[in-house]
């Protein structure tokens, strides 16, 4: 259901760039939107559309199709440099890269989901009703090793309780957007970051003020892009040029660190910005799709480890009772 939603605003969105791209007035184009909608989303344009008329920022208007906070940031950043369509633009972009990446995580772990609840399931009813049946007929006081732990009356039960309490808890830091602190996931992190940073920023050298006055206004909101502006406009108080304040931020790429300094000397800061943020959109698409072609193999290959070592605890127990008779 979110994803549907998700999939008709971002199509919402789509249709308004369209049609602003072309030409058409804001008011027409709302009154365009509202003909072409229907049901809820129908009802969300004419929100849309009443907020505008009553003098609403574009910004504040379009939070309504624009749920994610870093990506309200970004319209707020853009609509400041008067350049609300580039911004929105750039929203849409991201927001899609993030649709599919979450689409292709989903059916890459579905299969291999379905294939481990099937395990545990097949491995809960061995355990609390095969299981025990077998360890009467087995001395296991006289095994020692791998399968003394294999045929302990605990090794099922904490199995089980370990692998959910590992889901519940990447589940739990997934839903409050933690990060785990994996050197490929922080890699990923650090670009993102990164683009939203070169985005905003390219998004404001475009309108009139010094670098330290860019920085200041794009310091103003939430999140953690403007809380690296913040610091980094205090650190140019005290002294500091672009380049050297953004050294301080381990979130900031390293290339696009050296390109500030390059930018500030020629006064093509915002240009500079806009031409790598395509270059940076690339790199991270290159990288998720990387990331998924790892992660794939790492599934089954856990998968494989599970099925072999219960199938070899099922067989355990037999093999030691005919080695008994």
Known sequence: MVNDQLSKDLSTIRRFLRLQFRGVGLKKTFETL????????????????????????????????VRDPRMREMLVTAERGHHFLEGLEQVLVLTTMRRNLRQEMKQLARY???????????????????FPKLLTMVDIEALEGMNAILLSKWFFPSLFIGLL??????????????????????????????????????????????VREI???????????????????????????????????SLLDHEVVSLFGVGTVSGELGSMMAMHRDLLFEEMEVY??????????????????????IFYTIYLPVKLIMSQL
């Open 34 to 65: 509202e003909l072409h909608e229907r049901g809820k989303t129908k009802q969300v344009i004419q929100g849309m559309r009443s907020q505008l008329e009553q003098g609403r920022p574009l910004a504040e208007v379009f939070a309504e199709l």
């Open 112 to 130: 291999p989901l379905v294939i481990l609840t099937m395990l545990l399931g097949l491995g809960g009813i061995y355990a609390l009703y095969i």
């Open 165 to 210: 309490m590992i889901g519940a808890s990447l589940y739990w830091n997934g839903r409050h957007g933690r990060v785990i602190p994996l050197r490929f996931i922080e890699r990923g992190r650090r670009l993102y970051v990164t683009y939203l940073f070169v985005s905003e920023l390219a998004l404001l050298s475009e309108g009139q003020g010094s």
């Open 288 to 309: 998720w799709k990387q990331l998924i072609a790892k992660t794939e193999p790492v599934l089954y290959g856990f998968l494989t480890v599970m099925v072999t070592m």
């Open 215 to 249: 920085i200041e206004r794009l310091g103003r909101g939430d999140g953690e892009v403007a809380a690296i502006a913040r610091r980094m406009h205090e650190n140019m108080s005290g002294g500091m040029e672009l380049e050297a304040a953004a050294r301080f931020e």
